[in-house]
């Protein structure tokens, strides 16, 4: 049997962290590492990184200190290929978890997390990584009886098509790795069962380098660049100026002048989805972004973005 990989539990409730230790151990992990904030996940997970590892990643949505996207977008530009299993109460549908999904959340699993589900997706994860890794995916298939490289593909595209509603043919050949003609076979049987519609076709920003559509967008602060923010409420205290998160104001006093505050729209105003930097203290209403190639791990500029065109499908959930 081969060696696991190492787990990294990104949750601040210290009864879940138990439960998803003790339960990952008797799956036979050994390696796990746990964090309660997103600032220690980011430093652990560089260090498992620089040690040459490759962490399976449980995150969970809300964290004290820090946005999920921004634990995401770092975590990625230190391992495009990091799979991030996002943990939350919050429904699939909500425009939030949607976007973690497009920009690279690996797979999502609902609280109260049912323990079945998640040994599916990290044995998943684990019998998938040979075929993610960077050696030729080509030069593996050429090793093997046809029989088996049929079967591994449809493995791939089933297990492809149960994270997305909608995915263009460019996307999952991106997410393969490769192209064959054992792909376009086995999309068009797919079709044919009624189980992908066919729709029109999708254009998609691709990498101005290899021109793969497994693209990530990456946020950071317009300030001082940094990918360390999180979401959150402001106050504006009228009187004095004082512009801070809604945290700091104590007994409805402002912490600068000490004033209550009294009337909303007289006395100050609430700046709700502000993006605060945790590196320099600004505040933005939007972040500024790039994109991160998933596939050659390029950066650039939408500006600077290649786009390419395929067939769309819609995915029927049978």
């Not at 263009?168 to 079709?191: C, M, N, P, Q």
């Not at 009294?262 to 939007?286: S, T, W």
């Amino acid at each position: 049997m081969s060696e696991k990989n190492a787990v990294l539990i990104v949750e601040d409730s210290p009864a879940i962290t138990l439960l998803l230790k003790n339960y990952l151990g008797k799956l036979g992990y050994s390696e796990i590492y746990t964090c309660d904030s997103g600032g220690s996940a980011i430093s652990t997970f560089e260090g498992l990184a620089s040690q040459g590892k490759q962490p399976i990643v449980l995150l969970d949505f809300m964290l004290p200190d820090m946005d999920a996207r921004s634990v995401l977008t770092q975590m990625l530009e230190v391992k495009p290929d990091v799979r991030i299993i996002l943990e939350t109460a919050t429904e699939k549908d909500d425009e939030g978890i949607k976007e973690l999904i497009r920009l690279g959340v690996y797979q999502y699993i609902e609280k109260p997390i049912r323990f079945e589900t998640l040994k599916n997706i990290v044995e998943t994860i684990e019998s998938e990584q040979s075929f993610f890794e960077k050696e030729s995916n080509e030069n593996k298939l050429a090793e093997q009886s046809s029989d088996e490289i049929k079967t591994k593909i449809k493995n791939h595209i089933d297990f492809i098509l149960k994270t997305a509603n909608q995915i263009s043919l460019d996307r999952i050949i991106g997410l393969l790795g490769f192209s064959d003609d054992l792909v376009t076979e086995y999309i068009a049987e797919l079709e044919n069962k009624g189980k992908l519609i066919k729709l029109d076709e999708k254009k998609e920003i691709a990498c101005n380098q290899c021109d793969s559509v497994r693209t990530s967008q990456i946020f950071f602060c317009p300030n001082c660049k940094s990918s360390n923010f999180k979401l959150g409420k402001l106050i504006e205290h009228y009187d004095c100026g004082n512009v801070t998160e809604e945290n700091t104001y104590h007994d409805d006093k402002c912490p600068n002048c000490k004033k209550e505050l009294k009337a909303l729209g007289v006395d100050y105003r609430v700046m709700q989805n502000h993006y605060i930097c945790n590196n320099c203290d600004e505040f933005f209403p939007e972040l500024s972004t790039e994109y991160l190639c998933l596939k050659c791990e390029n950066k650039f500029k939408i500006t600077d973005a290649r786009w390419k065109s395929s067939i769309n499908y819609k995915i029927i959930n049978t």
